[in-house]
């Protein structure tokens, strides 16, 4: 199976938040692969900069101490990001569906309004 992460996905892993719900606990410790997008490391970077969120070292290492893959955002990712309704308003929520869609990924979210693009999503 390949996962691809929503980023509050990412951090409630790495904390151990109990926010994170059972199947996708289960599905991440399991998978073949554990993508984590490159948007995420944006949107990360973004939000510790307006000081929405506290890290306490680099992103990128805590993706690498888990065994994560990164996921590159591509040109093709941008192409599959341009067909999509506008139906979300975050726009790292919906290169995550792009992503996923584009690498025959599920999506890792607790955004159940994600579904409304046809990606498979787990929670």
Do not use: C, N
């Amino acid at each position: 199976m390949k996962l691809l992460l929503d980023t509050h996905a990412v951090l409630w892993w790495q904390t151990d938040d109990r926010r994170l719900s059972g199947p996708a606990r289960r599905a991440i410790a399991t998978a073949d692969i554990v993508w984590v997008s490159a948007a995420s490391g944006w949107e990360v970077a973004i939000k510790t900069a307006l000081g929405r969120l506290r890290a306490d070292e680099p992103f990128a290492i805590t993706v690498a101490a888990d065994d994560f893959t990164e996921l590159p955002v591509t040109l093709a990712h941008a192409a599959r990001l341009q067909t999509l309704p506008g139906l979300h308003a975050d726009p790292f929520d919906r290169m995550l569906v792009a992503q996923a869609l584009v690498e025959g990924a599920t999506l890792v979210s607790r955004d159940a309004a994600l579904r409304e693009y046809g990606a498979p999503v787990l929670w």
